[in-house]
């Protein structure tokens, strides 16, 4: 069956660390998404991508970067951890008519 | 631009009584509307989705929304409440303006008292 795989599922990382989530898809599709969630804000967009090679900002791309390499692939990486990016990630994928979304099952970030 | 207002963050019902949580959603397109269930220390359950067939949606474990345009409202309901409904609920919309990602309401706790 097809999936979508976050890996780590938790992670505790120190405050200046450079920090990468993965985030795997078998489903084929060309749009991949990061969210992080927190606490009365819902889920809030960081970086898309509607293909190979194409990574789009989101509301909050502050100190987050993507890259596409793959169709399967999108990772996350924190450039230089901060105490604000303590939140939990998720990523997701969707089929090009939009009316399909996959999440993965979250990554919960701690910076220290 | 998109974006979604759900009323109330927490919600407390009685077990047997009606569910309602309210998601209002501005958009300059027909939007696509989801709806999400998230248990403790889980990943996000699509509950059901409007796409522009039927306006009242069902979708799994007893819940439908019904889409009204006019109101630009698409609220979540179930007839009678279980334990096992108690989660965190997420409404969500999607505007075919070529942005195809999701944004998300800032949720609503549902709490089922016995």
């Known amino acids: 069956d097809a999936e979508i795989t976050q890996s780590p599922r938790h992670k505790i990382t120190e405050t200046g660390r450079q920090v990468t989530l993965a985030c795997h898809q078998t489903?084929?599709?060309?749009?991949m998404f990061w969210y992080r969630q927190d606490l009365g804000h819902g889920l809030r967009l960081i970086h898309y991508?509607?293909?190979?090679?194409?990574?789009n900002k989101g509301e909050v791309s502050d100190g987050y970067s993507v890259s596409r390499s793959n169709t399967e692939d999108l990772p996350l990486t924190l450039e230089s951890a901060a105490s604000s990016q303590t939140s939990v990630y998720f990523c997701?994928?969707?089929?090009?008519?939009?009316?399909?979304?996959?999440f993965g099952s979250g990554t919960r970030l701690t910076v220290v | 631009a998109q974006s979604v207002t759900q009323l109330g963050s927490h919600v407390s019902v009685s077990e047997g009584a009606l569910v309602l949580l309210r998601c209002n959603y501005s958009?300059?397109?027909?939007?696509?509307l989801f709806w999400y269930v998230q248990y403790p220390n889980q990943g996000l359950q699509l509950l059901l989705k409007?796409?522009?067939?039927?306006?009242l949606v069902k979708g799994i474990n007893g819940f439908e929304a019904e889409f009204k345009k006019s109101e630009t409202s698409f609220h979540l309901t179930k007839p009678s409440a279980h334990m096992s409904d108690a989660a965190e609920y997420f409404c969500?919309?999607?505007?075919?303006?070529?942005?195809?990602?999701?944004?998300f309401g800032s949720g609503t706790r549902l709490q089922v008292q016995p």
């Open positions: 409007y796409t522009s067939a039927a306006t």
């Open positions: 958009s300059s397109v027909p939007p696509y």
């Open positions: 969500a919309v999607r505007s075919d303006t070529g942005r195809r990602a999701l944004t």
């Open positions: 991508s509607y293909g190979v090679q194409d990574t």
């Open positions: 489903w084929n599709h060309n749009n």
């Open positions: 997701a994928s969707s089929d090009n008519q939009g009316s399909g979304y996959t």
